[in-house]
């Protein structure tokens, strides 16, 4: 079988998809990966082939435009994170996935669809598997005739917000009954040549996909009436060169520090690192902490802590397994990677997506403490970590969280379902020219 990804240009997203691709290809099933061309060469350093598509992505200068007000939603003014029914009325929900356009349309031009499109009536998928972010996969799975699912990076709010948004349209006339993302996505079919208006073209499938990859833990799963692959999140941190002081013993607690990989400057203008370094230095623990190549230099430059090392980049799947604790903005790669070896968190949350409810979720379940980032001091920060190496309960809930994450198929496992819908839902034709 042929299976097409379609991911978004930003490293922690492709690395998502990494595992699943490689247990396709190691199941004999040949795979491409598609993205903008600022992930060409990170697809193939994983050893995958790349299809470049489009133009470059450049999402990094919009998201930090947009970090500037304090807008949720990448700036759009809506927030799918929301869960209040007074403020979930059909007007509200209706603009959000009408502001969600725009994101679909600034992560999948138009350049990008037809680019994808072209390659797909040639090489001709048998199932394309798409990242949640990139709608013109289902678009050219549709086109195509392949088989899709969707693969997620985070908690599912598109599913729970897409439910709450049928629901509310069921109670409207049909002349009010706008639907956004229908508009967006007949409007792309039609442009790859399709009837719109024919049966099948539009269902909701394309919103939310056949089936959804779901690599999350079940406590952060949002409940949303989809098929669901559960699958066990396999950490990829791209090609290293591991130190070998990562696997020396620590002679004191090892506490590692992490921004994350998509936008690595974005958050730290509500807590400078500088601070963060000073918070650790008081404790008895072994820093490490990743910045940067610029960062890294500029703050070796001025001086550390006897106790603390700052380095460019270090693979947390190596490195996690010899630590304590770990800081982070709570994205959910970061988050899982510490599941994987049941390493207490503390989370200072980020504003991209889902990282507010990633790190209450996580505190909730006691692996965790939060620090909210209009709060955060060094002296807080000293305080909570204190705390959390303190106190045996995070880290027996930590090693609870992982047994539970263990339980869970791994990518092979789920490779004959992937098989299985292949057969079952593709219709491979070419689009129409």
Known sequence: MRVLFTVLALDSHFYNSVPIAWALRAAGHEVRVASQPDLTETITRAGLTAVPVGEELALLQRSQQSAQSSEPGYGTGYDLTETDPQKLTWEYVRDTFGAYTYVAEGVGSQTVLEDLARFAREWQPDLVVWDAMTYVGPV????????????????????????????????????????????????????????????GAFGEDLVVGQRTIDPLPSWVRVPAGLDRLPVRPVMYNGPAVVPDWVHERPKLPRVVLTLGLSLPGAYTDGFPISDLLAAAADLEVELIATAGAEAAAALSASGLPDNVRI???????????????????????????????????????????????NAAALEQQGAALVIDPSEFTAGTLREKLARLLAEPGFRQNADRLRTELLALPTPHDIVPELERLAAERGDRRPAAE
Do not use: Y
């Open 140 to 199: 050219v799975a549709r086109a195509c005739g392949a088989a899709h699912a969707r693969l997620l990076f985070g908690t599912d709010h598109w599913a729970r917000m897409r439910e709450v948004f049928l629901a509310r349209g069921a109670e409207q006339t049909p002349e009010d009954r706008v639907d956004p993302m229908a508009g967006w996505m007949t409007a792309r079919l039609s442009s790859l040549g399709l009837d719109p208006e024919a049966a």
């Open 311 to 357: 380095v460019d980049f270090v693979p947390l799947n190596e490195v996690l397994p010899t630590c304590s604790a770990i800081i982070h903005h709570g994205g959910m790669g970061t988050l899982q990677n510490a599941l994987r070896h049941g390493v207490p968190q503390i989370v200072v949350p980020g504003w991209l997506r889902d990282e507010k409810g």
